[in-house]
């Protein structure tokens, strides 16, 4: 650093954030449309009830509306979404089978995505939590969520993504060894180029509430046994160690979820690897940002893109947010 031997009032910090161009010209960091993915429900389901309460204007789309949604957010330059499925809890059972179904409501959006937008970047979830009637990310096995039992579906499940389309898988089980089993199974099968995006930092959260309303996966007492799998609010290194470990074993991309309670993870995870880093800005900061701009306590699209814009300054590529449309027609049209 170099020493300042004048200071006060030679150097007057506020001169350069007195104008408007200057604030811009001094600007360190930005949102771009291209670094945003889009997180997209449909529901297999017959689409009564598809809004919940816990997130304001996000919806269960039927597999047309979703082509609609995902080609409004295309069009906008929102270059990938990430697709999230709700099961009607009748076709539900503890070992959340239909994962496995070539023709799942998920399989079947890859496959019109691809049809139709085919340059749009289709993003799956690889986890059970969305088929299993325990709303657990894998096999329970007395009493467990069994590691490696589970492993060998989430090969299976990525596998018929794989074929269906699918660009980009995203584990977000958090097994052990899940990014190294996957890796070998798409090797082996001609998939070479699927890219693998890892919630390799996935904490034990309690702002995940809205999303698991909305897909159907909260279930009284599945919190306790999460905590078995996904990390704990306390640790640092851990997630660090975790993130060394998926790099290690074949992953492309890395996701820290949540992003606004994670940024010191953010920011280490860029500083210590060079994979590239998103952030999950998750259900319930979208939703206590929405709930309190609806009570009138704070500016919404402020409140978004300050939130947005930190998970930046961390150190991400980008970011998965539910805000995404809003924010890329802000920019698109000079608002931010
Ligand atoms: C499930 C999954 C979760 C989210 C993305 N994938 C929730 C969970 O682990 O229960 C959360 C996303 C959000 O809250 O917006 N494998």
């Known amino acids: 650093m170099i020493k300042n031997n004048f200071g006060f009032p030679f150097t007057r910090l506020r001169r350069n954030r007195l104008k408007t161009f200057s604030r811009n010209l001094n600007s360190e960091n930005f949102l771009n449309v291209k670094n945003l993915i889009l997180p997209l429900f449909v529901s297999d ?26 080609n409004e957010a295309f069009k906008i330059g929102i270059p990938s979404i990430a697709l999230f499925p709700y099961i009607n809890p009748d076709k539900k059972d503890e070992h959340g089978s239909l994962a496995l179904s070539k023709n799942n409501i998920i399989n079947k959006c890859v496959k019109q995505l691809k049809q139709n937008i085919p340059d749009l970047g289709v993003i ?78 996935k904490y034990a959260s309690n702002f995940y509430g809205p999303f698991r309303e909305i897909v159907g996966s909260n279930k009284s007492n599945s919190n306790n046994l ?22 290690d074993e074949g992953a492309d991309m890395i996701i820290v979820k949540p992003a606004l309670s994670y940024l010191d993870i953010i920011y280490r995870a860029r500083n210590e690897t060079n994979v590239p880093i998103y952030g999950f800005q998750v259900s319930g900061e979208y939703s206590m940002i929405k709930s309190a701009a609806e009570k009138g306590w704070l500016n919404e699209d402020k409140a978004a893109y300050e939130s947005l814009i930190s998970i930046k300054r961390a150190g991400a590529y980008g970011m998965f947010t539910y805000f995404a449309k809003k924010i890329a027609l802000m920019l698109k049209n000079f608002e931010i």
């Open 45 to 70: 389901d017959d689409l009564s009830g598809t809004e919940v309460n816990s997130m304001p204007d996000i919806k269960r789309h039927s597999i047309s509306s979703l082509l609609k949604e995902a």
């Open 124 to 201: 799956c979830d690889v986890a059970l939590d969305p088929y299993t009637n325990h709303g657990q990310d894998g096999l329970i096995i007395n009493g467990q969520v069994d590691n490696d039992q589970t492993i060998k579906i989430l090969c299976e499940q990525s596998l018929i993504l794989a074929d269906a389309g699918c660009d980009v898988l995203a584990p977000s089980d958090m097994m052990d060894g899940r990014i190294k089993s996957i890796r070998e199974s798409m090797e082996k099968n001609n998939f070479k180029n699927i890219q693998l995006m890892s919630y390799s930092a």
């Open 226 to 247: 999460k905590q078995t799998y996904q990390l704990s609010s306390s640790n640092s290194d851990e997630a660090i160690r975790e993130i060394n470990y998926d790099i």
